[in-house]
């Protein structure tokens, strides 16, 4: 078999475009089966509180109610949600009971499920349930967590989970780098609670088959496979009497498809009612329900020579993680501690992370979890550190960016969990100059902090790292089928990001066939492949597309043993031909597909790529903007993203990647802020309120991206991608908004920069108003 | 508590008559979805924001989770159903221009947004084929997606103009604006 590589890296029309442009989509809502059901959550209004009573009996008696289900239908022990991720003993005792019972924890927090025969009749029983809450104090914010005088769980006795240590170099070296260093600097900086907000909210339909006692699951994307395990221990029955069927999904950025309490109720009273029931979340309860992010505080330090080297980074961290433990919700604490170095030269480094409780929506990991928010500290600590010392901003980050040689390097330990780890390759500095020629740097560094026709520019740089193909392995099993045509099948899950003609373009080269030999891409759900590991820390296409080409490998294998089968010889001797369509040996040749095929029933094969070291692809981004100082408005007049991901798939579908997470960063760095007033109850409860980006607010936005460097880690050479966009977005706009107001001393140590934060910077600084 | 009776509501969707009994509270935008099966049109906030729910009532870009299905009796609706030109010979959807260029320009990712985005900016060309940027992008400022940053979207409108140019394609002629009031 040849690798032509036709396909990989061509800019392939996708596939799955079709159905979406023509409304064929298949999203959860739009499948409907008869006599199916509906749900809705009666979610708590209080924020903190004993659950005294819940009366469902007015609810009951309304026609079309099926069931009103409390914690109390749910059996003896209420099931609750585990960790999926860094499961640990000490975290463990935060997490979220399916329903509450006792106490309820936050404003939306599912306390009873009712099921009836229309959404509308649903949602009225829902407002006849009687929910008797005592009020207890709401904790809102860190200190109050950390004083700890009202808990959340009293039987815990604090409000603060494990905390995280990433570590370079011992305590010795640590305490040595900053008492020796000339300079040293220390700042607080805070990132604000925001979310995904996919287009479409979440829904599950689930259907009981009461003869073959099995449930079928669809709506679920992400991680099916691992949904189904755990639904499979929670409701008791075995795993193969559940399919989980994935649908198309509107979204994903981290947050859809962990498990959610109303995964395990919709499915529990489809099972109990023995009919199919469908829940569809509305806007509100979305931002109430699905997991916020990014909320966290970090005093940083850092020490260094006064040419500017550094010699040290050390901060002390404390993540928001609202009332529960969430499955994923240690991976922004563990890669805010670990990449806090980003891809600079820190010889020793120490950050603790504290993983707090409050009154407020538990969080999880949200596109470049952890990461969006260190790389904020870090590179605005670097902008006052080089300022401080009289050096240029892109002289202190030239000096201190990673050279090639030391590439790959050892990345801090992070404990307790003991876990490092390695980069993979890569050439920092050609991104980081790359993208300052894109930008013009040169000419423009001049107009920085100057004011020009009423309003002020600003320019700023920063580089990342970005850690992709998250293990341990994935499946893929390719058939070629009768017709001569192939299908693949893919345990990776595909949440809107172009995996079918990924996957296709893969498959297709490393059979050596046209994209229409390839019949149909297959993903995700349970059923496809013998286990798959999802779509999370960018690893689909480097994880599912190294499978395929296992699989590849396996069905050429099978092709020729077939054959040899047939001519009677040993498979060495077998030549396959014409792009697959025929089998030759000893001067015969016979065609594969057709009746008289040698593969006339189908042969398949399968294919497993394992993996436990990470890729690392990399990149630098720069900003040039203007602040009006008279109404703290920011105009984005240029943003460049310049990346290397070792090996281009699908240069289209990766410039959108990038471009839709730069854009998502813009909006958790300007606009979106999920806020709480004192009693804990959320302001930002609809779009109009929760503010995310508009097509009119940055159209200047581009993304150039290399492949100079593949990836040792994985046979395509391909790097995880897609989540880096978001990453330097933070730090960067920031750092302009501060070269921008420089005359005025503006350090916007706190997101989001907001007009009137920064309107009110700007007053404080001047003097002019006595802010608190 | 007691619900108004269902009544029943005329109307034509993509050039068919539809009768359907709604619920007078029912949606135009769950009539549709639910009644007529017509799921192409999709609800992201079912508060007038999001934009995904657009479809064109006689020829005007509305959000269809804002009016209710009856009062739409009487009206042309048009869903991205039939935006297309139909199915071509191999069976498979042919795309309308429009349509193609949002796939050339990668003008969607999960596609939710993409019924909702398409239907306003073909409401926009056939009132105003030679938009400029600046206009395409201020059209779709009420039509949110989160996942392509817009950049390939405001792309693909500007280079579908000349087929509007030419005469407006696809399903019904639309004529006039986009209605920004809900
Ligand atoms: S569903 Fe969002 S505007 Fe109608
Ligand atoms: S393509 Fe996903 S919301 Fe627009």
Not at chain 1, 209 to 217: A, H, I
Not at chain 1, 738 to 755: K, N, R, W
Not at chain 2, 121 to 135: F, G, I, K, Q, Y
């Amino acid at each position: 078999m040849t690798r032509r590589d036709t396909l990989v890296g061509q800019p392939v029309e996708r596939l799955e475009d079709l159905r979406f442009l023509s409304g064929r989509g298949q999203y959860v809502d739009d499948r409907s089966v008869d006599g199916m059901l509906h749900a809705t959550l009666v979610r708590s209004t209080v924020a903190h509180g004993i659950l005294r009573s819940i009366d469902t009996t007015a609810a009951c008696a309304l026609p079309g109610v099926h069931a009103v289900y409390t914690a109390h239908d749910l059996g003896a022990k209420v099931p609750v949600i585990p960790m999926r991720m860094e499961a640990n003993a000490d975290l463990a005792r935060f997490e979220q009971p399916v329903l509450a019972h006792g106490k309820v924890r936050y404003v939306g927090e599912p306390v009873a499920l009712v099921v009836a025969d229309t959404a509308a009749i649903a949602e009225d029983a829902a407002g006849l349930v009687g929910v008797d809450v005592a009020s207890l104090p709401p904790v809102l914010d860190r200190a109050s967590s950390e004083r700890g005088e009202v808990l959340l769980f009293e039987a815990v006795g604090s409000n603060r989970g494990l905390s995280l240590q990433a570590i370079r170099g011992d305590a010795a070296a640590i305490d040595a780098a900053f008492q020796d260093a000339p300079y040293t600097r220390r700042r607080r900086f805070k990132v604000h609670r925001h979310t995904a907000l996919p287009m479409e909210t979440r829904g599950l339909l689930a259907e009981w088959d009461p003869v073959r006692q099995r449930l079928t699951v669809s709506g679920l994307v992400k991680v099916p496979f691992a949904i189904r395990s755990l639904l499979a221990t929670l409701l008791d029955m075995p795993e193969s009497a559940i399919d989980a069927v994935e649908s198309d999904c509107g979204g994903g950025f981290g947050m859809r498809g962990e498990f959610y309490p109303e995964d395990f109720l919709v499915s529990f009273a489809a099972r109990r009612l023995g009919q199919a029931v469908k829940w569809i979340e509305d806007r509100n309860e979305h931002l109430l329900a699905m997991t916020h992010a990014r909320e966290v505080e970090c005093d940083l330090e850092i020490a260094c020579d006064l040419d500017g080297t550094i010699r040290g980074l050390r901060g002390r961290g404390a993540y928001d993680l609202g009332a529960y433990i969430r499955p994923n919700a240690v991976t922004a604490p563990r890669n805010f501690a670990q990449m806090a170095g980003g891809p600079y030269r820190i010889p020793a480094l120490h950050m603790d992370v504290a993983m707090l409780v409050s009154n407020k929506t538990p969080a999880g990991s949200y596109r470049g979890p952890g990461r969006f928010e260190t790389d904020y500290f870090r590179e605005r600590l670097f902008d006052i550190a080089a300022g401080d010392l009289g050096i240029d901003r892109v002289a202190f980050r030239r000096h201190n960016l990673l050279r090639r040689h030391e590439v790959p390097g050892r990345l801090p330990v992070v404990m307790p969990y003991g876990t490092g780890g390695e980069t993979d390759s890569g050439d920092y500095h050609e991104t980081f100059e790359r993208c300052l020629a894109e930008i013009g740097w040169h000419d423009k560094v001049a107009l920085a902090g100057r004011q020009v026709d009423g309003v002020f520019h600003g320019l700023a740089v920063g580089s990342y790292i970005e850690g992709g193909a998250s293990g341990p392995r994935e499946h893929a099993r390719l058939v070629f089928e009768a017709d001569g045509r192939v299908t693949v099948h893919v345990g990776s899950s595909a949440v809107g990001q172009g995996l079918e003609t990924i996957f296709a373009q893969i498959a297709a080269d490393a059979l050596g066939l046209p994209m229409d030999r390839i019949a149909g891409v297959f993903h995700g759900s349970s059923g496809i492949v013998k286990m798959g590991y999802g779509s999370l820390g960018s690893r689909s296409t480097v994880m599912g597309g190294s499978a395929i080409l296992d699989a590849a490998k396996n069905l050429d294998h099978a092709l020729r043993a077939a054959a040899a089968a047939r001519f009677g010889c040993a498979p060495g001797e077998v030549s396959i031909e014409d792009g697959l369509r025929s089998a030759a040996a000893r001067g015969r040749s016979l065609p594969l597909a057709g009746p008289a095929g040698i593969a006339a029933d189908g042969i398949e094969a399968e294919g497993v790529f394992e993996n436990n070291r990470r890729t690392y692809s990399y990149g630098t981004h720069a900003a040039h903007l203007t602040v009006d100082p008279a109404t703290g408005q920011v105009r984005l007049l240029e943003y460049v993203s310049v990346e290397d991901v070792g090996r281009i798939i699908n240069p289209m579908t990766l410039h959108g990647q990038v471009l839709g997470a730069i854009v998502q960063g813009l909006g958790g760095t300007l606009l979106e802020h999920l806020v709480y007033d004192g009693q804990g109850q959320l302001l930002t409860g609809s779009l109009a309120s929760y503010l995310v980006p508009a097509a009119d607010d940055f159209p200047n936005i581009r993304s150039i991206v290399l492949e100079n460097h593949p990836s040792p880690v994985s046979p395509l050479g391909a790097k995880g991608a897609g989540e880096g966009g978001v990453i330097s977005v933070g730090g960067v706009v920031a750092n302009a908004i501060a070269s921008a107001l420089s005359s005025f001393g503006v350090q916007p140590d706190e997101l989001p920069l907001t007009p009137p934060r920064i309107w009110e910077l700007i007053q404080r600084s001047s003097g002019q108003v006595d802010l608190p | 508590m007691s619900n108004p009776p269902p009544r029943t509501v005329r109307f034509t969707v993509n050039g068919k008559p539809a009768a359907v009994e709604v619920e007078p509270r029912l949606t135009l935008a769950d009539c549709l979805r639910h009644a007529l099966r017509l799921t192409g049109t999709h609800v992201g906030c079912e508060h007038g924001v999001c934009g995904a729910c657009t479809v064109i009532v006689d020829g005007r870009a509305m959000r269809s989770c804002l009016m209710l299905a009856v009062q739409a009796e009487g009206c042309t609706v048009e869903t991205i159903e039939g935006l297309g030109t139909g199915l071509d010979e191999g069976g498979a959807e042919a795309l309308g221009p429009l349509q193609a260029a949002f796939r050339r320009h990668h003008a969607l990712q999960c596609g939710f947004c993409t019924p909702g985005m398409l239907m306003t900016a073909h409401a926009l060309l056939s009132r105003e084929p030679d938009a400029d940027a600046d206009r395409v992008r201020e059209a779709l400022s009420g039509n949110l997606c989160r996942c392509t940053g817009y950049i390939g979207i405001v792309e693909a409108v500007l280079d579908a103009r000349p087929a509007y140019q030419a005469g407006a394609p696809g399903g019904q002629p639309a004529t006039g604006g986009i209605d920004r009031t809900g």
